[in-house]
């Protein structure tokens, strides 16, 4: 059975990088994973999608460690307005399971 | 990414009632999802509704709790029937889009807010 797993709750500081990490287990080579940001009363927002060691983006990074049981979102240099739920999603084949999600206060 | 709405964005329902929700997207999309995110919770999906053909439901869901209608590649709708507390939720559509350098993507609509009393 498909699980994946996220820390419920962090916090950070004005300028710092956050690092948000989602362990998935059987995932395969080609199976891929996305980041969604979510503010209350709105739906995700996708942020990135990787499947491979590391991938880059105007907004953050993404890594995938070799044995492929967790991922990392990274946001570098974050700002109050980065305080939102993020959720990571993993395709496993044709399903998909999102993560519990992971709720990140960016503090002044 | 895709632009997509949701009707209604919210709403207040008796016990019992049903609500339609609609999907529409800015273009053609072959594959369309909905999902339930209930209070303070993740995302859990409902169905898969590609035109043409019936929805396929996930474990948990049946048909004649959530119909779900395709009629063309820019719209859905979702119906939730019979409705109980329980069933007060936001509802997501969502579309699959090809991701940048592989796969696909989903892109999600706003969401309706649904309050059953």
């Known amino acids: 059975l498909a699980k994946t797993t996220q820390p419920i709750s962090m916090d950070s500081y004005e300028g710092q990088e956050v690092n948000i990490t989602c362990s998935h287990n059987?995932?395969?080579?080609?199976?891929?994973i996305t980041w969604y940001q979510q503010f209350p009363s709105q739906g995700p927002r996708f942020i990135i999608q990787?499947?491979?060691t590391k991938v880059t983006n105007e907004v953050a990074s993404l890594f995938i460690p070799a044995d492929r049981k967790s991922s990392t979102l990274s946001l570098p240099r974050v700002s109050l307005s980065d305080t939102a739920v993020y959720y990571c999603l993993v395709n496993y084949g044709q399903n998909f399971v999102f993560g519990p999600g992971t709720r990140l206060s960016v503090l002044p | 990414s895709a632009v997509i709405s949701q009707k209604p964005s919210r709403d207040i329902c008796q016990r019992g009632t049903s609500l339609t929700i609609q999907c529409q997207v800015d273009s053609q999309v072959t594959m369309m999802f909905w999902y339930r995110q209930q209070p303070g919770q993740s995302l859990t999906l409902i169905a898969t509704a590609n035109q043409g053909s019936e929805a396929t439901y996930e474990s948990g869901f049946v048909i004649d709790k959530f119909p779900i209608s395709r009629p063309n590649l820019t719209f859905s709708t979702l119906t939730v029937s019979n409705m109980s507390p329980e069933d007060s939720s936001i509802y997501l559509c969502?579309?699959?889009?090809?991701?940048?350098?592989?796969?696909?993507?989903?892109?999600f609509g706003p969401g309706t807010r649904l309050l059953v009393l």
């Open positions: 059987n995932i395969a080579t080609n199976d891929y």
């Open positions: 969502s579309v699959d889009r090809p991701g940048q350098d592989y796969g696909e993507t989903q892109y």
């Open positions: 990787g499947y491979k």
